[in-house]
């Protein structure tokens, strides 16, 4: 199966979610994200990243516009949405009758790129293989680990090609050869396919190490955009994080950050 590549831009522009009448994100702008690369979303508990991906997912009602090239996402009905944007929640369903593989099938079947059923089986065994789990296709998803679970959510995304990629800390559940064999795989993706990848994290050293640009969000609002070197600074992590710290390149030329305190 053949993806087409997607070269159109994702804006963001004065972008406003709330739950009821509790404002969580408001009149939000951001640098627009280029086709082919990923993005980490990083920043406190509560700071509203789950919140924001959900409403760039289409998932939450949000006012502003969302725009990938000229196409205004919010004004699309949810197939049209869903067949754009992916998204992979941070709490993945537990009871599921169904396994891996048929899994992969029913996500394949819905997505816009489905192709004939030889070319979905053919998809869902390649995504499974390149994910390292293709010996969990027989296998039902409520007999996994967490973490073969979370992989098994991510294969589905992944398989179903969207041109925008938001996974919602999909390495929570996973050891560490794991979340690094899972964000080079994003990032191959991205590159490959034009896919905008945007990756919520907590593990600031794994977003420097994997993505070309860190979005921190404090209280619903961009605190620091820019590459890891720009976004990733001991007075950004004073203030949005309350933390003494000192961030340092390592003999490779990644950031690094050691917390020597909590303010
Ligand atoms: N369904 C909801 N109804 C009302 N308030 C909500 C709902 N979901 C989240 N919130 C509130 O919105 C704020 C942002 O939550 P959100 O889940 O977006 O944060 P987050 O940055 O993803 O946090 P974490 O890192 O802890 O997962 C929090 O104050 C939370 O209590």
């Given at each position: 199966m053949t993806y087409p590549v997607n070269t159109q831009s994702l804006a963001v522009e004065g972008l406003g979610i709330s739950y009821g009448k509790r404002?969580?994100?408001?009149?939000l702008s951001t640098a627009p994200f280029a086709p082919g690369s990923v993005s980490a979303l990083v920043g406190p508990n509560a700071a509203g990243k789950t919140t924001l991906l959900r409403g760039l997912a289409g998932l939450l009602r949000a006012q502003g516009a969302v725009r990938l090239g000229k196409t205004e996402?919010?004004?699309?009905?949810s197939p049209e949405y869903s067949g754009i944007v992916g998204y992979m929640p941070q709490s993945l369903p537990q009871?599921?009758?169904?396994?891996v593989y048929e899994a992969m099938l029913t996500a394949l079947k819905t997505s816009?790129?489905?192709?004939?059923a030889t070319d979905i089986r053919r998809t869902a065994m390649a995504t499974l293989e390149r994910l390292g789990i293709?010996?969990?296709?027989?296998?039902g998803l409520d007999e996994l680990s967490g973490g073969q679970r979370q992989l098994a959510s991510l294969a589905q995304a992944i398989a179903r090609a969207p041109a925008v990629l938001l996974l919602d800390?999909?390495?929570?559940?996973?050891d560490l050869a794991h979340q690094h064999r899972v964000m080079g795989t994003v990032r191959q993706i991205a590159h490959e396919r034009g896919t905008i990848c945007i990756v919520v994290l907590h593990d600031i050293a794994l977003a420097c190490r994997w993505c070309e640009r860190v979005v921190v969000l404090s209280k619903g609002a961009i605190a620091a955009d820019g590459t890891p070197e720009a976004a990733v600074t001991p007075q950004m992590l004073a203030t949005v994080y309350g933390v003494d710290a000192r961030v340092e390149r390592c003999s490779r030329g990644f950031v690094q950050v050691m917390v020597d305190a909590t303010l």
């Open positions: 404002a969580i994100i408001t009149n996402l919010l004004s699309l009905s009871r599921v009758a169904l396994t816009r790129r489905a192709g004939s293709a010996d969990l296709a027989m296998r800390e999909p390495t929570s559940a996973l």
